[in-house]
T-cell receptor
Framework: GENVEQHPSTLSVQEGDSAVIKCTYSDSASNYFPWYKQELGKGPQLIID?????GEKKDQRIAVTLNKTAKHFSLHITETQPEDSAVYFCAASKINQKVTFGIGTKLQVIP | EAQVTQNPRYLITVTGKKLTVTCSQNMNHEYMSWYRQDPGLGLRQIYY???????DKGDVPEGYKVSRKEKRNFPLILESPSPNQTSLYFCASLRADTQYFGPGTRLTVL
């Protein structure tokens, strides 16, 4: 089955700096890679995703890159703000099939 | 408002006392799933359901049961809870690859 590794497990950045979270996956057939943000006391919420036919996708201050050859993908948050503080999960799946999550990264943005 | 609801949000119980955590979605999604979240282990799938009366095991199904008698509801049943089932539980429904998570149920089994 699929195995997703995520690092770092914790990340502290100064407000305004960039944050990068990296994930690797094992199943070369996986073709869908979402990122979820979980705020304290809430369920995870999708923030951005990428499919295997795309190398990069941006949405305002967040971007995701995918390297299918190396089987890794990354989340980039620029100009971080205190409200970006949360736990972020990467995941991998084949379309409409079981989703495997990474262990999560706790991001702290220091004002 | 499109949402997934879970009840209860918090539950403290004792070993062996049967309990049910309810999950309901109002988006008419066919696919629903249960996860447990534990520190250092991320989100692990317990059971999922592709449609009414269709359920299957996820990665950690031992000690849990589910049922899917109608599309909107997907209850999680612990017939004889044990302390190792103390965890944060999330229900989710899926459409077009996007999972919509409920707010979570924090369960403590003493």
């Amino acid at each position: 089955g699929e195995n997703v590794e995520q690092h770092p497990s914790t990340l502290s950045v100064q407000e305004g700096d960039s944050a990068v979270i990296k994930c690797t996956y094992s199943d070369s057939a996986s073709n869908y890679f979402p990122w979820y943000k979980q705020e304290l006391g809430k369920g995870p919420q999708l923030i951005i995703d990428i499919r295997s036919n795309v190398g990069e996708k941006k949405d305002q201050r967040i971007a995701v890159t995918l390297n299918k050859t190396a089987k890794h993908f990354s989340l980039h948050i620029t100009e971080t703000q205190p409200e970006d503080s949360a736990v972020y999960f990467c995941a991998a799946s084949k379309i409409n099939q079981k989703v495997t999550f990474g262990i999560g990264t706790k991001l702290q943005v220091i004002p | 408002e499109a949402q997934v609801t879970q009840n209860p949000r918090y539950l403290i119980t004792v070993t062996g006392k049967k309990l049910t955590v309810t999950c309901s979605q109002n988006m008419n999604h066919e696919y629903m799933s249960w996860y447990r979240q534990d520190p250092g282990l991320g989100l692990r799938q317990i059971y999922y359901s592709m449609n009414v009366e269709v359920t299957d095991k996820g990665d950690v199904p031992e000690g849990y049961k589910v049922s899917r008698k109608e599309k909107r509801n997907f209850p999680l049943i612990l017939e004889s809870p044990s302390p190792n089932q103390t965890s944060l539980y999330f229900c989710a429904s899926l459409r077009a690859d996007t999972q919509y998570f409920g707010p979570g149920t924090r369960l403590t089994v003493l």
